[in-house]
Nanobody, 124 residues
Framework: VQLVESGGGLVQSGGSLRLSCAAS????????MGWFRQAPGKEREFVAA????????TYKDSVKGRFTISRDNAKNTVYLQMNSLKPEDTAVYYC??????????????????WGQGTQVTVSS
């Protein structure tokens, strides 16, 4: 499956962005999906995950209440709505696909497919 992220950009602290990840090549509902991010000089970290039908989600503690992951299987797209953004949210954001449809994986090694990433920059 091919994954393409979009929606990144520059935003002021307290602002919002919605990231999208469009999938192609295989049945989208065959995958649980996740979002990860990597800031300069730091390791990649888990942000959020969602099961194949959107029935369950999980989040990194620092984004709970500010970020929302969702998906539209008819559009083969997963979203990450980011509100109340902070400078520490600055990173390249990646979406990833996991063939275990009911798993809410938080480790990158559990995902088989990755997008190319989209830059999110939050200014103070």
């Amino acid at each position: 499956v091919q994954l393409v992220e979009s929606g990144g950009g520059l935003v002021q602290s307290g602002g919002s962005l919605r990231l999208s990840c469009a999938a192609s090549g295989r049945t989208f509902s065959s995958f649980a999906m996740g979002w990860f991010r990597q800031a300069p000089g730091k390791e990649r970290e888990f942000v959020a995950a969602i099961t194949w039908n959107g029935g369950s989600t999980t989040y990194k503690d620092s984004v709970k209440g500010r970020f929302t992951i969702s998906r539209d299987n008819a559009k083969n797209t997963v979203y990450l709505q980011m509100n109340s953004l902070k400078p520490e949210d600055t990173a390249v954001y990646y979406c990833a696909a996991d063939t275990y449809t009911l798993r809410l994986a938080i480790h990158g090694r559990e995902y088989e497919y990755w997008g190319q990433g989209t830059q999110v920059t939050v200014s103070s």
